[in-house]
């Protein structure tokens, strides 16, 4: 059975920084490109950042380049998501996901991925 489990949300005022984590259990993570989406209040869930099985390719959304990094760990089986210099707009539930795809153009859409998280809450205050 695969299970994702995210945590490190919280609280953070604008510019400031956090770090996401998701653990993966299952055979999953060796093959599977692993994401993160957000949903902010009211609206659905959005693609933020992409890592290939190997970890050689990553993908973000325009508007988080250059600020969020993702990276992936796998000794101790994790996906992390480094955020700097947040904004007020980078507010919302942060869900990681897996993908098995090895196409670009199904990394950034929710419905290719088979696992999700339950979700981490993240605001930033301004």
């Known amino acids: 059975q695969v299970q994702l489990v995210e945590s490190g949300g919280g609280l953070v005022q604008a510019g400031g920084s956090l770090h996401l984590s998701c653990a993966v259990s299952?055979?999953?993570?060796?093959?599977?490109?692993l994401g993160w989406f957000r949903q902010g209040p009211g609206k659905g869930r959005t693609f933020v950042a992409y890592?290939?099985?190997?970890?050689?390719?990553?993908f973000y959304t325009e508007s988080v380049k250059g600020r969020f990094t993702i990276s992936r760990d796998g000794a101790k089986n994790t996906v992390d998501l480094q955020m700097n210099s947040m904004k007020p707009e980078d507010t919302g539930v942060y869900f990681c996901?897996?993908?098995?795809?090895?196409?670009?153009?199904?990394?950034?859409?929710?419905?290719?991925?088979?696992?999700w998280g339950q979700g981490t809450q993240v605001i930033v205050s301004s």
């Open positions: 299952g055979s999953t993570f060796s093959t599977y490109g």
């Open positions: 996901g897996a993908n098995p795809s090895p196409y670009s153009s199904a990394w950034y859409r929710g419905d290719t991925y088979n696992y």
């Open positions: 890592i290939s099985w190997n970890g050689e390719t990553t």
